[in-house]
């Protein structure tokens, strides 16, 4: 197995029912020569009350076409395994027809977020994280009869009356669920906001999930929880505010020092995921996430020969 698995980007997360949007960025990925695309299937009206739309399905794949690199997917972002028994069925439903649609675009790795619940509920969070294995055993189950894994992601939640899992707890209910076909995805600055948030050390957690990620979301943030009032989203650029989905290089993350440091599984994807204005900053990201994963290759190297 190779240290890097590929560099490359989500298609920026845009509501695009028409598939325009999926089919210029599809177009830049294959000018700048990356080797995997992560599909926002939350974002592209492809399931309606549950079900997978065949005819949608079929405008997907011909705005797809054939292409020279691999895909990813990312589930829908709704979805909450955590969240109360009343719900989780309908959770479920969502899910698994994203599941099905991933497999039948030739997605080999789903992403779904990880849950969480409200502060006023703690007492029973050991239940639902009990849940939520449950639920992302399933998941895999599923996941692998379409010839995908699963990776699940870490998230911030800005709402502070809602508890969200650290990365390192993350990290230890993979453990716990024990499933072959599951891994974490590392998004760093989600970790970033989180441990702001939640006082904890950002390298640590980002350390401890990263052990167990061979997926990593690449975009820059100020790790910055702090909530003002704004004018227009751009403003929140401009204080430095919250989950910016930035190009690389306009927040404060320390990347080259996470690189060298850091410890991912083998095959382990750089995917920048970049808001939908930021298309225009792709190509310096891509450049800037080859470079990021050329220096944790060379820092896993200089670990073999050391």
């Known amino acids: 197995m190779a240290v890097i698995g590929g560099v490359g980007f989500a298609s ?10 999926l089919r210029r960025n599809l177009d830049l990925a294959e000018e700048l020569g990356v080797g995997v695309v992560e599909l926002p299937l ?23 076409g054939t292409r020279p690199f691999a895909f990813t997917a990312h589930g829908p972002v709704g979805v909450n395994a955590m969240d109360s028994p009343d719900l989780l069925a309908r959770h479920r439903i969502v899910a698994e027809a994203a599941i099905a649609a991933a497999a039948e675009l030739g997605v080999f790795r789903i992403v779904m977020h990880t849950g969480h619940i409200a502060r006023a509920d703690e007492g029973q969070i050991e239940t639902a994280y009990a849940r939520q294995r449950d639920v992302f055993r399933a998941f895999a189950d599923v996941a692998a009869r379409g010839g995908m894994s ?30 072959p076909n599951v891994t974490g995805c590392l998004d760093f600055a989600h970790a970033a906001l989180a441990c702001a948030a939640d006082g904890a050390d950002f390298v640590t957690e980002a350390g401890a999930l990263g052990r167990a990620a061979a997926h990593l979301h690449l975009h820059d943030c100020f ?5 003002m009032a ?8 401009a204080y430095g505010l919250g989950d910016l989905h ?26 920048l995921e970049l808001s939908a204005q930021y298309r225009f900053a792709l190509p310096d990201g891509v450049a800037r996430a080859r ?13 073999f020969e050391g």
Request: proline share 9%.
């Open 230 to 237: 704004v004018f227009v989203p751009s403003e929140r650029v």
């Open 12 to 21: 920026a997360a845009c509501e695009d029912p028409d598939f325009e949007a």
């Open 291 to 303: 470079d990021l994963a050329a220096t944790y290759g060379r820092a896993q190297q200089r670990r």
């Open 42 to 64: 939350f974002a592209l009206d492809i399931i309606a009350g549950g079900r997978v739309l065949p005819d949608q399905m079929k405008r997907l794949a011909q705005a797809i």
């Open 246 to 271: 930035l190009p690389l290089g306009w927040g404060n993350l320390p990347w080259l020092s996470l690189m060298e440091e850091l410890v991912f599984l083998p095959d382990a994807l750089f995917l």
């Open 150 to 179: 699963l990776a699940i992601e870490n998230i911030y939640v800005p709402d502070r009356g809602r508890i969200a899992p650290l990365p390192s707890r993350i990290a230890r209910e993979i453990a716990a669920i024990a499933h």
């Open 223 to 227: 790790a910055d929880p702090a909530d």
